[in-house]
Nanobody
Framework: QVQLVESGGGLVQAGGSLKLSCAAS????????MGWFRQAPGKEREAVAA????????VYADSVKGRFTISRDNAKNTVYLQMNSLKPEDTAVYYC???????????????????WGKGTQVTVSS
C-alpha cells in the first residue's frame, strides 16, 4: 500500500515562500507520475502541479505558473513543491497524489490520481 505524507505547510505572509515535501513509502516512486492538489475552504479540490516519472515533464495550473515549481528526488522517494510569491488566494490544504499506473502522462494522471496524502495546511496572510 502506498503512503504519502506531506510536510512543510504553515503560515506565511503574502510574498513569502514555502517548500512542501511529500515522502512516499510502500513503493519506489521513480516510475510514477506525482503531483500536488489543493482545496480551499468552500471550494473544490484543484490540481496545482504534476511531474512525470524521472521528471521529464511538468505541468502547472495557470494560477501558479511562474511562482511554483514541482520537483522530485527519486533517490529520496520524495516530491517537492517550491512556492514563491505566495498570495492570500493560495491558502488551502495541499495534498500530494500519485498514480498506480507507471509512465503515464501528467495530464492523464491529474484526471484521476489513485493515491492521496492527508494534506498539509498552507495559510497566506495579507
Amino acid at each position: 500500500q502506498v503512503q504519502l505524507v506531506e510536510s512543510g505547510g504553515g503560515l506565511v505572509q503574502a510574498g513569502g515562500s514555502l517548500k512542501l515535501s511529500c515522502a512516499a513509502s510502500g513503493r519506489t516512486i521513480s516510475a510514477y507520475p506525482m503531483g500536488w492538489f489543493r482545496q480551499a475552504p468552500g471550494k473544490e479540490r484543484e490540481a496545482v502541479a504534476a511531474i512525470t516519472s524521472y521528471g521529464g515533464t511538468t505541468v502547472y495550473a495557470d494560477s501558479v505558473k511562474g511562482r511554483f515549481t514541482i520537483s522530485r528526488d527519486n533517490a529520496k522517494n520524495t516530491v517537492y513543491l517550491q512556492m514563491n510569491s505566495l498570495k492570500p488566494e493560495d491558502t488551502a490544504v495541499y495534498y500530494c497524489a500519485s498514480d498506480k499506473r507507471p509512465y503515464g502522462t501528467a495530464v492523464a494522471f491529474l484526471r484521476s490520481p489513485d493515491y492521496w496524502g492527508k494534506g498539509t495546511q498552507v495559510t497566506v496572510s495579507s
